[in-house]
């Protein structure tokens, strides 16, 4: 699609229920990142691909989440058992970011409308 | 300790007056960009600056990466109510892709 496509839009969870929140990025960008944004705050960052490779996942705030981009399209963010402080927006972007000379470039990240999730 | 400090945190103007909105930084980036986000939306780019002193003009918006590539500024010239919105300054820092986010600045224009 033109552009980056998250589902569902909206997502109320009961505590410790399991929750999977999907992403369509842009076609051809290899990057693909998920943040979570809190109200009112900036994104945070939870974690990152190139291709199906997950290379960085320091910002996962526990072992309750987990991410997958199995063919390097597509991509869904889990979460085990929710809780109350899960509640946020969490946003899909990509880009077609690359590393020259030991610097990104291109990092111009396109996001999609986000998920909200409440969790009651 | 947020890594990119943005200010002022809330700004409401009327229609038509001047604002500018800062990001610091005690830390280098590679690149900077600006984003908007509306309500329910994801964060929309605005503009990318990767050079030390660069000045970038979209519309009445003017944006500035400082010398040092630690701050920047985003100037909007008589403000409409169109512009109301999470404003957001973003980094990269080094061969790092993600990005890291300031807290945000949320404009209000009163018509």
């Known amino acids: 699609g033109a552009g980056v496509s998250q589902s569902p839009r909206y997502k109320v969870a009961k505590r410790g229920q399991d929750v999977a929140l999907r992403c369509d990025p842009i076609?051809?960008?290899?990057?693909l990142f998920w943040y979570q944004q809190a109200l009112g705050q900036g994104p945070e960052f939870l974690t990152y691909?190139?291709?199906?490779?997950?290379?960085?996942k320091s910002g996962l705030p526990s072992d309750r989440f987990f991410a997958e981009r199995p063919e390097g399209s597509v991509s869904t963010l889990k979460i085990q058992r929710t809780q109350q402080e899960d509640s946020a927006v969490y946003l899909c972007?990509?880009?077609?970011?690359?590393?020259?000379?030991?610097?990104?470039?291109?990092?111009?990240?396109?996001f999609g409308q986000g998920t909200r999730l409440t969790v009651v | 300790t947020q890594l990119l400090e943005q200010s002022p945190q809330f700004l409401s103007i009327q229609e038509g007056e001047n604002l500018t909105v800062y990001c610091n930084s005690s830390?280098?980036?590679?690149?900077l960009q600006w984003y908007r986000q509306e309500p329910g939306e994801g964060p929309v780019l605005l503009v990318t600056?990767?050079?030390?002193?660069e000045v970038k003009k979209l519309k009445r918006l003017t944006f500035q990466f400082g010398d040092a590539r630690k701050d920047s500024s985003l100037h909007i010239t008589a403000a409409q109510p169109g512009d109301t919105g999470l404003y957001l300054c973003?980094?990269?820092?080094?061969?790092?892709?993600?990005?890291?986010f300031g807290s945000g600045t949320q404009l209000t224009v009163l018509p």
């Open positions: 972007a990509s880009s077609s970011s690359f590393v020259r000379f030991d610097r990104a470039v291109n990092t111009e990240a396109f």
């Open positions: 076609s051809g960008h290899v990057s």
């Open positions: 691909f190139q291709n199906e490779a997950q290379l960085d």
């Open positions: 830390s280098v980036f590679s690149s």
């Open positions: 600056v990767v050079t030390g002193g």
């Open positions: 973003a980094g990269a820092r080094g061969s790092a892709r993600q990005l890291t």
